[in-house]
């Protein structure tokens, strides 16, 4: 393993309640704009990861999924690429937001929404590796990884760093910070 911060900078303080396993879903607009490769790729290079306690699968069931992707156009702020949001679903199945700054502190959650802007990264050419670490990133956020943005201790590409990058899989960094989250039990 590298050397890593655990820090709220880089490892959300809450979780998915549910462990490690996570269950997705993919809603139509995923089909629909071709994104299915990518979560794929999310999926099997984030299963990968050695020593990780974390097992990604497909639910067609999105009411029991721990992670709901869908794929939007033009819908997400200006220069937003993805977005991964998180949320509590009570007894009756009602599902209320939980802010970022909450997870980030150390509240737990039950589900994250996870939104693909397809038009911004059509107008910025996002290229199939782009698409992959977008993607990548977004589901890392969902496994309660933060961020890797300060130079000059971030340098290189990670999945975790926002951008525009190309990278297909996580980084050792990537992989370190999600054993750390997540260990094999």
């Known amino acids: 393993m590298v050397s890593a911060d655990y820090s709220s900078n880089h490892v959300l303080g809450g979780k998915n309640r549910n462990g490690g396993v996570f269950k997705y879903w993919i809603d139509s607009s995923v089909t629909s704009y071709g994104y299915g490769a990518s979560i794929t790729n999310a999926k099997n290079s984030w299963n990968a990861v ?28 200006s220069g937003v690429f993805g977005a991964a949001d998180f949320w509590n679903r009570s007894s009756s199945g009602t599902l209320s937001a939980v802010s970022a700054a909450s997870v980030i502190s150390g509240t737990n959650f ?26 990548g990133h977004e589901t ?7 961020h890797f943005e300060l130079s000059p201790a971030h340098s290189g590409n990670h999945w975790m760093k926002s951008g525009q990058i190309s990278l297909n899989s996580p980084s050792s960094q990537d992989a370190d910070h999600l054993v750390w989250k997540w260990p094999v039990p």
């Open 50 to 77: 050695p020593n990780a306690g974390i097992l990604l699968y497909e639910t067609s069931n999105a009411d029991d999924s721990q992670i709901k992707y869908y794929v939007t156009d033009n819908e997400l702020g």
């Open 110 to 135: 039950d589900m994250t929404r996870i939104r693909l802007d397809h038009g911004r990264m059509s107008s910025a050419s996002y290229t199939s590796a782009q698409r992959n670490h977008n993607t």
């Open 140 to 146: 890392g956020h969902a496994m309660s990884l933060h």
